[in-house]
């Protein structure tokens, strides 16, 4: 389910964000934002069945490297995985 109808853009001074928005923020895919939710690797807030990000967590969240978030297979097969 998209929150695209909530997300119309990141506002000067917003705290919270929906998916769609904490995607383009990251430059990431909205499939590679939940990924990394379901992983624990940001931090949400529920409000009923609406999921939002503290920009504090997005902004830990970047801080960090985080190899396979987007799908890369790259340090798998480097291992010989």
């Known amino acids: ?12 001074g917003q705290i919270l964000f929906g998916i769609t928005n904490a995607a ?3 430059d990431l895919s909205e499939k590679s934002v ?4 379901a992983r624990g690797e940001i931090h949400v ?3 009923g069945t609406r999921v ?3 920009r504090e967590a997005l902004e830990r969240f970047a801080r960090r490297d985080h190899a396979g978030v987007a799908g890369d ?4 097969h480097a291992k010989g995985g």
């Open 1 to 12: 389910m998209s929150d695209e109808k909530h997300d119309r853009g990141p506002v000067p």
């Open 24 to 26: 383009r923020m990251l």
């Open 34 to 37: 939940r990924t990394a939710i």
């Open 45 to 47: 807030r529920r409000f």
């Open 52 to 54: 939002l990000i503290p």
């Open 73 to 76: 297979t790259t340090q798998r």
